[in-house]
């Protein structure tokens, strides 16, 4: 039997109830430009493309493109919130392999691709990818997440 949060009363994810094929919850985020500034100001990442109108254009894009480190934090969060506070995220890859532009809904998406017990710790191996509105991946990625037993929480 599984124990439950006492705040929350959802059982905590366990490397028990894990199995290869699993998918995510998919988190579906909605950009616009305000949040590309904001971004900006709080990574400290200034570079025109995001914020202004012009530059994007010079440059041969239809607006602002969206952050690369922004999407990596969506997936990031997409991850860690499917594993919840007992987990660790171990490693987090990605690949920018194509550009998404704000007020345009993009969708993180993963799947439980491998799992295995290494030196006594339960490791969950994940695929996942940003999906544009047309259903391109345009940042593939995959992330390695260490669970607890149900015996440990």
Request: charged share 25%; glycine share 10%; with cysteine.
């Amino acid at each position: 039997m599984a124990i439950t949060n006492s705040k929350t009363g959802i059982s905590p994810l366990v490397f028990e109830d894990v199995a290869v094929g699993d998918e995510l919850p998919e988190l579906v985020k909605n950009p616009d430009t305000r949040q590309l500034v904001m971004y900006a100001g709080a990574s400290q990442d200034f570079v025109a493309i995001h914020y202004d109108q012009n530059v994007a254009r010079e440059a041969g894009h239809p607006k602002v493109i969206i952050h690369g480190a922004l999407k990596s934090a969506w997936l990031g969060e997409l991850v860690t919130g499917w594993m919840g506070p007992d987990g660790r995220l171990l490693e987090l890859d990605v690949s920018y392999r194509a550009i998404d532009f704000p007020d345009t809904p993009v969708t993180c998406i993963g799947k439980v691709t491998e799992t295995r017990i290494e030196d006594g710790i339960g490791v969950v191996e994940i695929e996942m990818g940003l999906r544009n509105a047309e259903g391109l991946i345009t940042t593939p990625g995959r992330a390695l997440v260490s669970l607890p037993f149900r015996a440990d929480t």
